[in-house]
């Protein structure tokens, strides 16, 4: 009965609110509150709220786990993300304290962890979004996560410092866990691709890491998230992540659902929801200022800065933590915002074609070393995508043409370039490479990506970029090849179909043709 009202409503009105633009989220916390209005009509034992607090702990776990995952060391200190994130956190807190103070009736320490908790955006929407437009890759969207993760590691300070507890002396054995990395790298390569993989991401994150800190005075939610960060640079914590997420959604889920649980909103919760709604545009004016102070594109600042105008799920966290009496004006606060934040990113490229005029007069006349056009110099030929497909095409044919490449990884970049390989990084879904890319004397694309989606882009944007030469691409199905070439591809192989031909002349070259 308990699990079939739980999954009943989550599912109902989560749909109902995606049927109208909105974030599933939305409507997890509206069923929530629905089932608090009726919990005594349905007769729901008491001890049902002890497992959903139990699942929501679980769900929170894992994000942090599968964040720490995506943690690269190197993004977080690019000056706009580290001066960007700690700047608006300051100066967010320093504006939202005297509003909460003056108009709520809270003492001056409740002040100052509700600002703290609206200071954050979400992680949880803006990854979402970004995902859904392809450009969580593009140099806006990895402005947005690198700040997001800043923001996740003050949200995981902020609960170490408030819930007051003193670290055992065993805690500093936490100062040796990057001696066990070469272990963990071991036992994720051990642990295959299936069950195992899934396995050994759930023993990290909730037992190892959240449960082992917890047994040292440290917080869970800062062992996921160490654990997770542990294992970032591994090659297959990608793919560690992707295995993970289906379950982590579902244990998030638990999360908002308690969130509603916990009480229904009075007027006061009404009431400061709608005050703190009306200083979101404050918020987004802040991270446009700042980021263009860093250098950015006004373009790129504006897009980065829609994606993170909304209050955070871990200022929820924060306040289960800090404050849990205003933990039902927070929900309905970020839920408001998640109504407003969505439909806008949405239209995200359409209002700044609208609004550029004006926001071009913001911009600095020294542009972002990532944003600076991009010259394919006097190459003949560009490879887009270097994983196993454009590397043998650019091996091939760099004995007899010129060739430069790029890639969307940087870290494949930088190790193809040790190689002493041509190819730089950008992305093909990036507007902002394609309004200052130079072909030069390209008279060649070759698609390479792993991703159809992105090919298709690519072409598209090839051809509107003003490019007449030849576009080829490679292709696993023959709907994917047809969709390819209508987006501007002139040949499209099919990788599969092509490999057995490879394989048949190499036998007939072997069998015949040392007989003749």
């Known amino acids: 009965m308990l699990e079939a009202v739980w999954i009943g409503f ?53 994000l942090l786990f599968t964040v720490g995952l995506k943690l690269n060391v190197r993004s977080l200190g690019k000056p706009e993300v580290l001066g960007g994130s700690m700047l608006h956190f300051a100066l967010s807190i320093i504006l939202t304290l005297p509003a909460v103070l003056f108009i709520f009736d809270v003492s001056w320490y409740q002040a100052l962890m509700l600002a703290v908790a609206l200071a954050f955006s979400s992680t949880v929407l803006a990854a979402k979004v970004l995902e859904g437009k392809r450009e969580i890759r593009a140099f806006h969207g990895r402005v947005a996560i690198g700040i997001l993760i800043m923001q996740d590691l003050l949200a995981l300070l902020v609960m170490s410092l408030a819930n007051g507890t003193t670290p055992s002396p065993w805690a500093l054995l936490v100062f040796g866990l990057p001696l066990l990395r070469p272990l963990l790298y071991k036992l994720l390569d051990a642990s295959g691709h299936e069950d195992l993989l899934i396995l050994f991401g759930l023993l990290l994150a909730l037992v190892i890491g959240g449960q082992g800190f917890e047994l040292v005075g440290l917080s869970s939610e800062l062992g996921a998230l160490v654990f997770g960060a542990m294992l970032a640079r591994h090659a297959r914590a990608g793919e560690l992540s992707k295995s993970l997420w289906s379950i982590k959604e579902f244990f998030l889920v638990g999360f908002f659902l308690q969130i509603g649980i916990d009480g229904l909103p009075d007027a006061n919760a009404w009431l400061f929801a709608g005050v703190m709604s009306l200083l979101l545009p404050v918020k987004a004016l802040l991270f446009f200022l700042l980021l263009i102070m860093f250098k950015l594109r006004a373009r790129s600042a504006f897009l980065a800065s829609l994606s993170l105008t909304n209050y955070s799920e871990f200022g929820l966290i924060v306040a289960s933590v800090v404050l849990p009496e205003w933990l039902i004006p927070l929900a309905l606060t970020v839920a408001i915002s998640f109504v407003i934040s969505a439909p806008l990113n949405r239209m995200a490229h359409p209002l700044y074609e609208k609004l550029c005029n004006r926001l071009l007069k913001f911009e600095r006349n020294i542009h972002h070393p990532d944003e600076q056009p991009v010259s394919l110099g006097d190459a003949d030929v560009l490879i887009m995508g270097m994983g196993r497909t454009g590397t043998a095409a650019y091996n091939y044919l760099s004995s007899s043409r010129k060739i430069i490449a790029m890639d969307s990884d940087p870290a494949k970049v930088a190790e193809h370039q040790q190689k002493g390989i041509n190819i730089f990084y950008a992305d093909a879904e990036d507007q902002v490479f394609w309004q200052g890319l130079d072909f030069g004397n390209v008279e060649a694309v070759i698609l390479s990506m792993n991703d159809v989606e992105a090919k298709m882009i690519a072409a598209k944007k090839l051809r509107n970029a003003g490019f007449g030469g030849f576009i080829v691409s490679h292709s696993m199905h023959d709907d994917e090849a047809r969709d390819i070439i209508a987006a501007g591809a002139d040949q499209t192989y099919l990788t599969m179909a092509e490999a057995g031909v490879g394989i048949a002349e190499h036998v007939k070259q072997h069998c015949f043709v040392l007989k003749a």
């Open 10 to 62: 989550a599912f109902s009105l989560g749909l109902l609110v995606r049927a109208i633009g909105l974030p599933p989220l939305i409507g997890y916390l509206l069923a929530g509150f629905v089932i608090s209005a009726t919990a005594s009509d349905l007769s729901l034992p008491q001890e049902g709220n002890q497992i959903i607090h139990h699942v929501a702990h679980l769900g929170v776990l894992l």
